[in-house]
């Protein structure tokens, strides 16, 4: 689906975060298309929480990054609800968007360095944790792809920022869609010791029933689905899955304004009962 199918598209009710909606936002966007999404991204309200107030799980806290097998949309959880006793290590990840030669909406991928001890090889968002000097989480993320592969804040226009996913030890990640304002000026540099590569993928792929798989998992007594995407570009293939996949779902669906062509099967989070240890 091109950008022009967007403007047909309704917009969302009241606004959920706060969007750089002044004309100095728009001045270097490349094309009014993306113009288009933002007025609709900016109305972006995130869906209402359900869970169990009876349902309470002790579960690790972990450090390290945001790759992770699982990943859900925190409004699945109580931690919504809680924040006051649910204090996680926070993490923001770049969907950095911009427009392809066919005029499809594409968003920028790496592939993690073979050398790292976890998670080697794959496909991730540009992102991490969030460092002390951050200001908000589109610092946190453009800051990491900058120290990834070489994406220049200022290239970024961030439009907004959506729901934050649970990784599988409750890292709160958050993901920030940005647009790229001058696609040529962006020359990757992959930083070695953490991409191996850098490469983009239609959004829309990720809500598409095709060149996909699914996994049945079970996790904490709850039954979900894994979702895997197979992906092809320049003859080097890509599996993306796991958290990555879940956090391009859920862009795709509010970029797109429909849900996937396929079940998505979220378990229901239980609430770390002991935050502290």
Request: aromatic share 10%.
């Amino acid at each position: 689906m091109s950008f022009s199918i967007l403007k047909r598209l309704p917009l969302f009710s009241p606004p959920f975060v706060n969007v750089m909606a002044s004309s100095s936002f728009y001045c270097g966007v490349q094309s009014k298309r993306f113009l288009v999404l933002a007025q609709q991204l900016r109305h972006y309200k995130p869906p209402p929480c359900s869970w169990d107030d009876n349902e309470e799980r002790i579960i690790e806290e972990a450090a390290g990054k945001f790759v992770s097998q699982v990943g859900f949309q925190e409004s699945v959880t109580r931690v919504a609800q809680n924040p006051e006793k649910f204090r996680s290590k926070r993490a923001a990840v770049l969907i950095c968007l911009f427009e392809g030669d066919a005029g499809d909406l594409r968003v920028i991928l790496t592939k993690r360095s073979s050398r790292l001890s976890s998670h080697s090889g794959e496909v991730s968002l540009p992102g991490g944790k969030a460092d002390e000097g951050d200001k908000d989480d589109g610092d946190t993320a453009t800051r990491e792809a900058k120290e990834e592969i070489g994406l220049d804040p200022s290239l970024v226009n961030i439009i907004t920022v959506l729901e934050p996913f649970l990784s599988k030890h409750l890292l709160r990640v958050v993901p920030v869609i940005g647009v790229l304002n001058d696609r040529k000026a962006f020359k990757p540099t992959p930083n070695p010791a953490e991409v191996d590569a850098v490469f983009d993928a239609p959004l829309e792929m990720f809500i598409k029933d095709e060149n996909r798989s699914a996994e049945e998992r079970e996790w904490m007594g709850e039954k979900y689905l894994l979702h895997f995407f197979d992906y092809e570009i320049e003859n080097k293939r890509y599996l993306i899955w796991g958290l990555t996949a879940g956090i391009l779902i859920r862009a795709a669906s509010v970029v797109y304004q429909r849900p996937p062509a396929f079940l998505e099967q979220s378990p229901k989070f239980k609430f770390p009962g002991l935050v502290d240890k």
